[in-house]
């Protein structure tokens, strides 16, 4: 998978410059724990942290293309082209000479022989960045879905950029500066494509370049999803799900290194599960999350009506996997290093609280036994899985379905909100409210329809856009970051740009067609699984219900009181918070509690400059 990190000046010579990109790479190790790589040269450097997944030996980094002894291209590569060997063939037949096996190499040729365009032939998850040494021009490039991150800097004379923003932060020339804009985008449920929190840093937008020559930075889009009509017939458009997800498992379980399947016991995970059963030549590994005691004292809310375990025994049995229950206590959860290291991992405050926790120490104990790892991430924005697509009030909604449906809480196990403990006058300032609507029109701007989309019909394609452009971005970064710091790579078979386009242009009737969510999901896979999973209702990932978890949370918040030093505490409602934090409080304030927690460690660790 690995970490990449670069620099391009136009006007010094960076080959000398060897120290502050090792300054930028470092903390990366845990993208790339297998080996570190830099390539300097005149107005370039580049970094890389590798995780050998592709051709172990050969796929070294920073790779270059050589031609008659000079140097005509260069890589920092994240990711995995899922069709490389097809376009391998296709170079080769084109009289392309390459002499690795790995998918890094076939970027750079696919880039010499069809220029820009190139990326529109690549299927699979990625970001890096490319320099033409000729030309000295500098191209960056994400996955049309976001699944890879890439995140960069302008400077005056040319560029930072990397795969997180603490490498960019490691250089002298940036800064961890946040203004009223960042630390609304921060706290608000939403995620705005581009956007950085930090000021003066960008995301590279999914399905988007970014070219950088001596006349500046261009952005340009190479994919979007457009709105076309459906015309397949209800039978036919199962038989094509059905025959895109075997194609795209297939595709994902190429690996010179130990690959197995996260299981839930959930449709989305026990159907990838499932169909890489089929296509292993022995028992798949499948692992599972679960807390002490959850599932014998698990009770029912708002999100989470049964709990995973049975569900996930019963699908390993059923395909006969090699599975592993990874059991989490509550003092896990709570401990402050595992905390801080999830802060780490993100760069910024966590939105899922002991969910961010638990799912980073599930990697790190699957990396234990294997490298990569299958999820079913994404179906439910796919294929309309989560309980408010099929609210009406929440789908009419003049705002984000999920906000209306007042689940932003409830992921952590809590019907309480991230701002309950910030000082008023703060609130005021930030405008939530305000912020959210102004994003969420930028959003319905972007939506494509087509002529004949009017009533139910242009509404949920508007709702598919929202979760494939908005939410499932909160999930795919939070996926990629606790996954990639315990140098775990895992692979989101639903987030294949074929499978997303041509659901996305199915009708929702269609979509819907048994008055079931996912009911297309469902009728093309339901004879890979048992009955009782392939009837379940969506359960999002677990939370833990121990009250001990939330009285850690008020001990903290106590601390964080008595600290005259805590950089968090002027931005807090201090007398709201002592209310909190009493031993004998009832209010529900787990997500206000993470929140507080989180911006009290980040703005110590990053040394954060908050311009409000």
């Known amino acids: 998978m690995c970490g990449i990190s670069g620099w391009i000046s136009y006007d010094r010579d960076l080959s000398a410059e060897g120290m502050t990109l ?13 080996a570190a790589g830099l390539w300097l040269d005149g107005h370039a450097a580049f970094g890389h942290r590798r995780l050998a997944v592709i051709d172990v030996a050969g796929g070294t980094q920073p790779m270059t293309v050589e031609r008659n002894g000079r140097t005509v291209l260069v890589t920092t590569y994240s990711g995995e082209v899922y069709n490389h060997r097809q376009l391998r063939a296709e170079l080769e037949g084109l009289g392309h000479v390459l002499r690795t096996s790995s998918d890094t190499e076939v970027v750079l040729h696919a880039y010499l022989q069809w220029g820009e365009d190139f990326a529109g032939r690549l299927n699979g998850m990625y970001a890096f960045a490319l320099w ?43 800064h961890a500066r946040v203004d009223a804009e960042g630390l609304a985008e921060l706290i608000a449920f939403t995620r705005t494509p581009g956007h950085a929190v930090y000021k003066g840093m960008h995301e590279l937008r999914p399905g988007h370049t970014a070219r950088v ?35 795209i498992v297939a595709r994902q379980l190429i690996s010179d290194v130990p690959l197995c399947s996260l299981l839930s016991g959930g449709l989305d995970s026990s159907v990838i599960t499932a169909l890489a059963a089929q296509r292993s030549s022995g028992p798949v590994r499948t692992f599972a999350v679960d807390f002490s005691g959850h599932a014998e004292n698990f009770s029912a809310d ?25 059991i989490l206590d509550t003092a896990d959860l709570a401990d402050p290093g595992h905390r801080g290291a999830v802060l780490t991992a993100h760069d910024l405050p ?90 969420y029109r930028e959003a319905l701007a972007e939506v494509p329809c087509l002529a004949g989309d009017t009533g139910l019909q242009h509404r949920m394609r508007e709702i598919g856009y929202l979760h494939l452009t908005r939410f499932v971005q909160i999930l795919l970064d939070r996926k990629d970051r606790a996954s990639m710091a315990t140098g775990l790579e ?13 659901v996305f242009n199915t009708p929702w009737t269609m979509k819907t067609f048994d008055g079931r969510e996912k009911s297309l999901l469902r009728a093309a896979t339901r004879d890979l699984l048992p009955p009782a999973i392939a009837q379940r209702i969506k359960s999002p990932y677990p939370s833990t219900q121990d009250p001990r978890y939330t009285q850690a949370l008020r001990t903290g918040l106590r601390a964080v ?44 660790r990053y040394n954060v400059a908050l311009e409000i």
């Open 22 to 34: 090792e300054a930028m790479t470092e903390p990366m190790a845990c993208r790339g724990p297998d």
């Open 302 to 326: 708002g999100l989470r009506s049964t709990p995973d375990t049975p569900y996930a025994h019963a699908l390993a049995s059923h395909v006969r996997s090699d599975h592993t229950d990874i």
């Open 561 to 604: 009181l008595r600290d005259g030093d805590a950089p968090v505490q002027p931005l807090l409602d201090a007398a709201v918070v002592a209310r909190a934090s009493a031993v004998d409080a009832s209010q529900d304030i787990r997500p206000g509690a993470e929140l507080v927690l989180g911006l009290n460690d980040w703005l110590r």
């Open 350 to 439: 966590t939105r899922f609280g002991d969910g961010d926790t638990s799912l980073y120490l599930l990697f790190k104990a699957v990396r234990e036994h294997s490298t990569v790892a299958l999820s079913g991430e994404s179906a439910d924005e796919v294929f309309g899985g989560y309980r408010w697509f099929h609210d009406p009030k929440s789908v009419n909604a003049d705002t984000f379905p999920w906000i209306a449906a007042g689940v932003a809480g409830g992921f952590s196990g809590s019907t309480g909100t991230r701002e309950a403990l910030l000082d008023s006058d703060l609130r005021t300032k930030l405008d939530l409210d305000g912020y959210t609507d102004r994003r």
């Open 132 to 174: 033409d040494p000729r030309d000295q021009e500098l191209l960056l490039v994400r996955d049309r879905m976001g699944v890879k991150p890439l995140y960069y800097y302008p400077t005056s004379d040319g560029v930072l950029f990397a795969s997180e923003p603490k490498a960019v932060l490691a250089h002298p020339a940036a």
């Open 213 to 247: 020559s001596r006349r500046g930075l261009a952005v340009r889009r190479y994919w979007a999803l457009e709105a076309r009509e459906h015309t397949d017939d209800l039978d036919t458009t199962v038989a094509r799900v059905r025959e895109l997800l075997e194609d």
């Open 490 to 502: 895992v692979r989101v078979p639903f987030c294949d740009h074929r499978l997303v386009e041509y």
